[in-house]
């Protein structure tokens, strides 16, 4: 059994926890993976999120459904008193904080204790599956265990995928409508703003105009041919969300 596994199945037999980690012939690295292969639902999946606090140093794990994505301004709201954020985490840090590798981050077993926070949205399940410490590594329990598992509170701190596809078309359609002037002659080339200022932490980019940080900060001081090319660029990557 793999040291990871082993630190798991530790804390569980400690708590007297009825589900030891069990082992799937194919890697679950994924939420979906996961589901897939236990034949449960995608929400079911408690997949752990780590970030990166930015003035300490301090990894926060977010245990939230399969089916939800972490809101890192609820998260921040919650964990960053001084007003600094939090970021996500590369695999070194992941690793050196939890002692697990990504894909198989499980909400118990860290070799360094971590700030928690469980979403609310498991508890729409009567039992849920958790990473086991290892990529083939699982292990079941019922939601209302994991707060008492890791001593965390349960909060509101994601979104729903659908939700958030249906606000992503929005913001397509908007900033399409605005564009529409941009190839007209001039001097004066209209800013893909919507005043949606959100930058995702996957893409970089930000949730309403589709720029990144770099490009929002140096938009001003481009002249009329370097912003409509940017305008270009910005239709390319909305065609590819669409895609």
Known sequence: MPEGVQRVAAVLRECG?????????????????????????LGQIAKSIIFRRK???????VVTSGDRRVDERKVEALVCTDGKRVGRADADFVKSKTGFSIGGVSPVGHINQAVVLVDLSLMRFDEVWAAAGHPHAVFKLMPQELELLTGAPVVDVAVDLGEEAIAREQAVARVTERGRTVEAAGDVVPSPCISVCRVNADSGLCEGCFRTLGEISAWARSGPEAQRELWRTIGQRMAAVRA
């Open 17 to 41: 926890h009825p589900h030891m980690p069990v082992m799937l012939d194919d890697a679950a690295r994924t939420a979906q993976q996961a589901a897939d292969a236990l034949g449960v639902r």
């Open 55 to 61: 003035s300490d140093d301090a990894a926060v794990l």
